[in-house]
Antibody, heavy 129, light 109 residues
Framework: QVQLVQSGAEVKKAGASVKVSCKAS????????IHWVRQAPGQGLEWMGW????????KYAQRFQGRVSVPWDTSITTAYMELTWLRSDDTAMYYC??????????????????????WGQGTLVTVSS | ETILTQSPGTLSLSPGERATLSCRAS???????LAWYQQKPGQAPRLLIY???SRATGIPDRFTGSGSGTDFTLTINRLEPEDFAVYYC??????????FGQGTKLEIK
């Protein structure tokens, strides 16, 4: 069965970096993008970015550009999310999720969108000042 | 960015009743690429509906998704105790990224 198992909770100081891991099993790792979504305490869900484990291509939400990266290691079917220059408002639960890709046409272009069929259990990152 | 507005913010119902949750997009969602998720306290979200109306694997048929364009609805018939949770919609059919609604809390009356 498909599983995404994330690393444990982290406590960091403001200005530090954090790296969260997401170990995938039960499917061919390179066939699906891994996405990262976060949820601040008592708040909604916010998409952060994705990694294509087959090509290494990545895309990030604009608000995280320059602070987030999503490395991966196919040999151990693990994706990572690294967030730098942590602030107190980065305190959140961070989830990895497997993306199901769907294409659509808009204007003269073709785009891809993703919904998320399997999620990791979440990793709580707490940032203290 | 496409804004998704969910209503109501909180819905209070009793087991056995029907719940109707709304999700409105600030622009057209191409191909009705709209998903619904259920989240219980301390758990990750769980996919319920994709493509506006297709149930994910293992989801009971009391969960029904409908709608198109900018207006979408999740209907839960004959509420069971385990259905009380927070529900999020998510669009993946615009050129401006993937966004979630702010959620609707379904609570026991």
């Amino acid at each position: 069965q498909v599983q995404l198992v994330q690393s444990g909770a982290e406590v960091k100081k403001a200005g530090a970096s954090v790296k969260v891991s997401c170990k995938a099993s039960g499917y061919t790792f390179s066939d699906y993008y891994i996405h990262w979504v976060r949820q601040a305490p008592g708040q909604g869900l916010e998409w952060m970015g994705w990694i294509n484990p087959n090509s290494g291509a990545a895309k990030y939400a604009q608000r995280f550009q320059g602070r987030v990266s999503v490395p991966w290691d196919t040999s151990i079917t693990t994706a990572y999310m690294e967030l730098t220059w942590l602030r107190s408002d980065d305190t959140a639960m961070y989830y990895c999720a497997r993306g199901i890709r769907r294409s659509f046409s808009y204007g003269s272009g073709t785009y891809w969108g993703y919904y998320f069929d399997y999620w990791g259990q979440g990793t709580l990152v707490t940032v203290s000042s | 960015e496409t804004i998704l507005t969910q209503s109501p913010g909180t819905l209070s119902l009793s087991p056995g009743e029907r719940a109707t949750l709304s999700c409105r997009a600030s622009q057209n969602v191409n191909n009705n690429y709209l998903a619904w998720y259920q989240q219980k306290p301390g758990q990750a979200p769980r996919l319920l509906i994709y493509g506006a109306s297709s149930r994910a694997t293992g989801i009971p048929d009391r969960f029904t998704g409908s709608g198109s364009g900018t207006d979408f609805t999740l209907t839960i018939n004959r509420l069971e105790p385990e259905d009380f949770a927070v529900y999020y919609c998510q669009q993946y059919g615009t050129s401006l990224g993937y966004t979630f609604g702010q959620g609707t809390k379904l609570e026991i009356k």
